[in-house]
DNA sequence: CCCAACGGCTTGAGTGTTCAACTAATTCCC
DNA sequence: GGGAATTAGTTGAACACTCAAGCCGTTGGG
């Protein structure tokens, strides 16, 4: 209804391609992953990264607002998304002793389990959806682009470190 | 809990931060859009895309089934988003002739106006977030990767024509 | 010391998405 | 022509996510 005064920059014809590429891509990509997670193990994909960043911290345990932030959620978001997990046993809720308002997240044997039974199929099919169509210069025109813009946004300070610090098992995709 | 017989082919190192920094890249550029989206102009990207593609059809209608595939969608999500956005009045529900099963969605001029109040702000997002990260060589690269991606999974039938057909006006990003 | 501001986390309501089941019209084909 | 299989679309229940509000702890001046 109301349209701003300035008329805005509008996005080229080959941006606006290249946007609509890139959004069809991802929605094929990420929609296909989420199906095949929730079939296969029956957890959605969110889930499926908050338990792979918990496998990976020392002691696979995190606090909630730590936890929220390398797993790109929310803290409602991933409060709610706890609570389901705690009720399935996959995930334990302990005070935080430093900070008695803190709640610290960790990975039970039965999450574990469960995370590496999800694994594999996974791993699977984001080769097939997405590594098998690349070529490997364009893997690596993929890694450049993806870096430029999270560096973009979020200024230099992304939300978890570059390289995995896990070194006891096989680094798995979240 | 079952593992597969066999070992899967598991990522590479530089495979797997690919696929994490794809995937955060992803994250933030879209939940952002979402973010965006909603608060400046109340609907879902979704709705958003759905109101795009009615906006170019020919008549601003389209069969559902059809407008479920070309904006990604499946029918049950596009059933109840068109009842939605028929209760907002920017969707109208038509019977078609030559199908009695088939239903038409004809977007409003009420819908066409809040599509219109809405892009310009959708396309500012759409650039900062993303365009402006980039340099040229990357957005080509990136369409060509997005499109590989999409002919990959599709194996060359993408959901809908690669340049728009609709002329009347400037292009939207959808 | 105390109160106000802040930070960490949870909660509930509202909304969107999915999945499976369902209705109804159409097509196939014997 | 008639009945099975297919296709179009809808519906409702289950579930996840968002937003705003709320509850404690903690921190930082006066």
Request: aromatic share 6%.
């Given at each position: 209804?109301?349209?701003?005064?300035?008329?805005?920059?509008?996005?080229?014809?080959?941006e606006q391609?290249?946007w609509r590429?890139?959004?069809t891509?991802?929605?094929?990509?990420?929609?296909?992953?989420?199906?095949?997670?929730?079939?296969?193990a029956?957890?959605?994909?969110?889930?499926?990264e908050?338990?792979v960043?918990l496998?990976?911290?020392?002691?696979?345990?995190?606090?909630?607002?730590?936890?929220?932030s390398?797993?790109l959620?929310s803290?409602s978001?991933?409060?709610?998304?706890?609570?389901?997990?705690?009720?399935?046993?996959?995930?334990?809720?302990?005070?935080?002793?430093?900070d008695?308002?803190?709640q610290?997240?960790e990975?039970t044997?039965?999450?574990?389990a469960?995370?590496?039974?999800a694994?594999p199929?996974?791993?699977e099919e984001?080769?097939?959806?997405?590594?098998?169509a690349l070529t490997?210069?364009?893997?690596?025109?993929?890694?450049e682009?993806?870096?430029?813009?999270?560096?973009?946004?979020?200024?230099?300070?992304?939300?978890?470190?570059?390289?995995?610090?896990?070194?006891?098992?096989?680094?798995?995709?979240?």
């Amino acid at each position: 209804m109301s349209v701003p005064e300035e008329e805005p920059r509008w996005l080229t014809e080959p941006e606006q391609r290249t946007w609509r590429s890139f959004l069809t891509a991802n929605r094929l990509v990420f929609d296909q992953v989420e199906r095949q997670l929730q079939q296969e193990a029956g957890l959605p994909h969110a889930y499926f990264e908050i338990l792979v960043r918990l496998s990976e911290a020392p002691g696979r345990a995190m606090r909630m607002s730590e936890l929220a932030s390398t797993s790109l959620s929310s803290r409602s978001r991933l409060s709610h998304a706890v609570a389901r997990m705690e009720e399935a046993g996959w995930v334990r809720r302990k005070p935080c002793e430093s900070d008695r308002r803190g709640q610290i997240a960790e990975l039970t044997p039965e999450g574990l389990a469960q995370l590496e039974g999800a694994v594999p199929s996974h791993v699977e099919e984001v080769r097939s959806l997405l590594f098998d169509a690349l070529t490997e210069a364009q893997r690596e025109a993929l890694l450049e682009i993806s870096d430029a813009i999270i560096d973009h946004i979020t200024d230099g300070d992304p939300p978890w470190p570059v390289v995995p610090d896990g070194a006891d098992r096989p680094g798995q995709p979240a």
